[in-house]
Nanobody, 125 residues
Framework: QVQLVESGGGLVQPGGSLRLSCVGS????????MYWVRRAPGKRQEYVSA????????YYGDAFSGRFTVSRDNAKNMLYLQMTSLTSEDTATYFC??????????????????WGQGTQVTVSS
């Protein structure tokens, strides 16, 4: 049974940083692209970042490049998202997602086969 479990969300002040984690189980970690996707009420879902867990190649949405860093530890089946310079606009639920295959399928939910339950990030003073 495939599972993705995020953690690390919480309340952070504007300008602060936060690191999200996602642990995967039930599949061969290190073969597929993995994604961070966020959803906020009243806003369109956004793909934040992606990483090829085999090669380490990364990809970011325009709004996140330079502020967010995605990484993985295949030995621990872990995916991370380091977020810096946070603003209220970053308030959202952040989801870890597993791509169906070894290709980057940006902003294509049909190519995601498993989602985590999400972790809430709130940026507020």
């Amino acid at each position: 049974q495939v599972q993705l479990v995020e953690s690390g969300g919480g309340l952070v002040q504007p300008g602060g940083s936060l690191r999200l984690s996602c642990v995967g189980s039930g599949f061969a970690f290190g073969k597929n692209w993995m994604y961070w996707v966020r959803r906020a009420p009243g806003k369109r879902q956004e793909y934040v970042s992606a990483i090829n867990t085999r090669t380490g190649t990364t990809y970011y949405g325009d709004a996140f490049s330079g502020r967010f860093t995605v990484s993985r530890d295949n030995a621990k089946n872990m995916l991370y998202l380091q977020m810096t310079s946070l603003t209220s606009e970053d308030t959202a639920t952040y989801f870890c997602a597993k791509g169906r295959d070894a290709y980057l399928n940006w902003d294509r939910d049909s190519e995601i086969d498993y989602w985590g339950q999400g972790t809430q990030v709130t940026v507020s003073s």
